[in-house]
């Protein structure tokens, strides 16, 4: 075993041992403040609920797109792990891309894949005729089926125009196939531009995740220290509850960084509540004194779309292909 991998071992078990500790010093059952996308810890604030709102009745209504969109560690993939368990609930067929850097090939083999449609052909034309088979019959049985994209502001100009002409399977009356988009402020940028006009206008729904208020976050650690089983004894003190709204500026994954690294180092300092003082050892630690959590500047983002889509690409390839049947002529002059 490498030298850094032990460290990294050594680290991370200590790490764990101080959790397990920390969880008998604050009286906690469970890991409050864990990174995973868990839908017990939603906390349901205003947006939160107007937003899971929104999606679930996009869905039951049948309106074809559906965009959810909102600053990095606001909750949107709990929020869409929320929406799930929900259809599920409800006997919804569903897929869920997590990966959204994929061609328009991949698209549909991750599509035909998380609905259990099988395709003998690897032809587009097959795998779509053989996805709208099987979206007719749901519809025939009253079954829903809705498709999932998250990160979907990764997501190249070839695809998202492939997803847009996926809402071309329709009944006279209804569509066939429900489509969620989820992701960043990037996507809504994205959306603006005049390639994606059509499929900007096809969206019937914008749903919506924003940073915590001052009072929002201290309600939100409250709850998910109750979750964990805490008894109601003040573990963050008001005066680090608001160095933790001042760092995190809201920002629920942000929020989660702080007061975990907080409850760990209260426990080995023997301290409760947890003072200010704490939050903002953590906070210096991990620069949220000299970085801002969330994207600021207004210049605007570089395409990189234009240099991965497949468009570009098959140009590109074009392009060598006329260069080795045609290459330049090079005169004497030139040689030299």
């Known amino acids: 075993m490498r030298l850094s991998e032990y460290r990294a071992d050594v680290g991370r078990c200590i790490s764990e041992s101080r959790e397990i500790m920390y969880k008998g010093f604050f009286g906690l059952k469970d890991n409050p403040f864990n990174v995973n996308?868990?839908?017990?810890?939603?906390?349901?604030?205003?947006?939160?609920?107007?937003?899971?709102?929104?999606?679930?009745?996009g869905v039951q209504n049948r309106k074809g797109f559906i965009t959810l969109t909102g600053e990095v560690g606001t909750g949107k993939t709990t929020l869409v792990n929320r929406l799930l368990d929900w259809l599920h609930g409800q006997k919804v067929r569903t897929a869920f891309l997590f990966n959204s850097r994929?061609?328009?090939?991949?698209?549909?083999?991750?599509?035909?894949?998380?609905?259990?449609?099988?395709c003998a052909s690897a032809s587009k034309s097959q795998q779509l005729m053989s996805l709208n088979q099987w979206l007719l019959d749901r519809f025939r049985a009253g079954e829903t089926a809705v498709l999932i994209v998250d990160e979907a502001q990764n997501l190249s100009y070839p695809v998202l125009e492939e997803i847009r002409l996926l809402t071309n399977l329709e009944t006279s009356t209804e569509k066939l196939l429900q489509i969620v988009l989820a992701g960043q402020p990037e996507l809504e940028d994205k959306l603006k531009l005049p390639q994606l006009r059509q499929l900007r206008q096809r969206i019937m729904l914008r749903c919506k995740t924003t940073p915590l208020s001052k009072e929002q976050t201290n309600d939100y650690i409250v709850e998910r220290l109750r979750i964990a089983g805490a008894s109601g004894e003040v573990i963050f003190s008001p005066e680090a509850v608001e160095a933790i709204h001042k760092y995190s500026v809201g920002i629920p994954r942000v929020v989660n960084l702080l007061c975990e690294h907080s409850l760990i180092n209260a426990y080995v300092e023997q301290q409760r509540p947890i003072a200010a003082s704490i939050v903002e050892d953590v906070a210096h630690e991990f620069q949220l004194d000299e970085v801002a959590p969330t994207a600021t500047g207004s210049s605007p983002p570089v395409d990189g779309d234009r240099y991965t889509s497949e468009t570009f690409i098959q140009n590109l390839g074009d392009a060598l292909s006329r260069f080795r049947l045609n290459p330049p002529v090079t005169t004497p002059r030139q040689r030299k």
Do not use: N, V
Request: aromatic share 18%.
């Open 37 to 57: 996308p868990d839908p017990r810890f939603l906390y349901f604030t205003k947006e939160i609920e107007e937003a899971l709102s929104g999606l679930k009745y």
């Open 102 to 118: 994929m061609t328009t090939t991949q698209l549909f083999d991750f599509i035909l894949a998380e609905f259990g449609i099988s």
